[in-house]
């Protein structure tokens, strides 16, 4: 079972990136779905997640706005819409999904399943 995250790069301030998340191994059409982001020196951080269904998203309320979180129609595939993008969004980020249990989906703690990250840097 496998999440490999990918699209991270380099951009100028106010510019845009699309990441993507694939599930391998297994399907994960079901499963809640999120990315999370980590500057240095900083605590890993919720950015947006999808519900099992699709049908719900969810954003951290400082994103919001600038980011947006979809999946393809299959359900395995996680995207990461990233807008208007500002220094202080330079990150690792990472995708992450929960085949089992519950919890909220804004908590790291809460999906058993991570991929590998990748980095995004804005240049001011």
């Known amino acids: 079972v496998q999440l490999q995250a990918s699209g991270g790069g380099l951009v100028q301030a106010g510019g845009s990136l699309r990441l993507s998340c694939t599930a391998s191994g297994r399907t994960f059409s079901r499963a809640a779905m999120g990315w999370f982001r980590q500057a240095p020196g900083k605590e890993r951080e919720f950015v947006a997640a999808?519900?099992?269904?699709?049908?719900?998203?969810y954003y951290s309320g400082s994103m919001k706005g600038r980011f947006t979180c979809s999946r393809d129609s299959a359900g395995n595939t996680l995207y990461l819409q990233l807008n208007s993008l500002q220094p202080e969004d330079t990150a690792v980020y990472y995708c992450?999904?929960?085949?089992?249990?519950?919890?909220?989906?804004?908590?790291?703690?809460?999906?058993?399943?991570w991929g590998q990250g990748t980095l995004v840097t804005v240049s001011s």
């Open positions: 999808s519900s099992g269904s699709g049908g719900d998203r």
């Open positions: 992450a999904a929960r085949l089992g249990g519950q919890g909220r989906l804004d908590s790291a703690g809460t999906y058993d399943n």
